[in-house]
């Protein structure tokens, strides 16, 4: 355990799940007027971003520093200076932003914090279902008030996959793991929100996740969920992770070893 106290972190876990949820509500009520949002490209077509996203993540840092004043705040939409902070509060205000604007409802709030360089809270609030996915260090991981552990699949053919990708990673090593995926008699499923995806497989509903780069806020959540629910995930924040972002890659520890079989040689697998 890291030097952080039971209290430090008692106290920020508790009041992340309330952040999120609270921010899952506001950012609800802007999807049900989703055609009247103003919506802006990023890096490509596929990257958008709406006001939405920016009002709901300047809900959430008043929040945090409401309560927290000292500790740091690491956002899609706005950055943050972490430098120094012990506590670092690492969020995506939509993670889905392309389902939430085309009225699918596979998105969420993502929220994790870092204590001493290390994962130890992570919060997915998906509001359209009514469930917040929590874990703290030591405490388990949950959906609501329920307990969660990850799939006891013993091969890849014994469920569903979560996977993503997106435009700022080469193609072909994905459709060779997917491709020997399949082969091993695997499927996968995309939904547009890989913090969504990440939660369930923490969950037991998806046998594992699997994506080649994921930035902070949307990646460390389900690191913390999958590790609390007794599964095994790679060293996300070595080699800057929380500057640059990593490769994620989630499963049971009997699944872990064979689904790293299928990829690419890298340093945080």
């Not at 943050?80 to 709030?109: E, K, M, Q, Y």
């Amino acid at each position: 355990m890291s030097s952080a106290t039971l209290t430090e972190l008692d106290v920020r876990y508790h009041y992340a799940c309330e952040v999120a949820k609270t921010a899952a509500s506001r950012a609800l009520a802007w999807y049900q007027q989703r055609h009247q949002l103003v919506v802006e490209h990023k890096k490509d077509l596929q990257d958008v971003v709406s006001e939405a996203d920016r009002n709901v993540e300047l809900l959430v840092k008043h929040l945090i520093h409401e309560r927290f004043p000292d500790d740091a705040v690491l956002g899609e939409e706005s950055g943050g200076d972490v430098s120094g902070a012990r506590f670092i509060w690492v969020i995506d205000p939509i993670d889905g932003t392309s389902s939430f604007l085309n009225g699918l409802h596979n998105w969420c709030v993502s929220l994790a914090i870092v204590c001493d360089d290390q994962p130890v809270i992570g919060v997915v609030s998906d509001p359209n279902h009514q469930e917040t996915f929590h874990a703290c260090r030591g405490k388990g991981a949950w959906v609501n008030d329920k307990r969660i552990q990850a799939h006891s699949a013993q091969r890849l053919d014994q469920g569903l996959l979560g996977l993503s990708s997106s435009n700022s990673q080469p193609i072909e090593p994905l459709t060779t793991f997917i491709s020997q995926l399949l082969a091993q008699g695997g499927m996968f499923i995309r939904n547009g929100s890989g913090a969504l995806m990440s939660a369930w497989a923490a969950a037991g509903r998806l046998i594992g996740y699997y994506e080649a780069h994921m930035n902070p806020w949307d990646g460390l959540p389900g690191i913390v969920l999958m590790r609390e629910a007794g599964g095994v995930t790679n060293d996300y924040l070595s080699h800057h992770g929380l500057q640059q972002g990593n490769p994620v890659l989630l499963a049971n520890a009997v699944l872990y070893p064979q689904l790293k079989a299928l990829l690419p040689a890298q340093p945080t697998l």
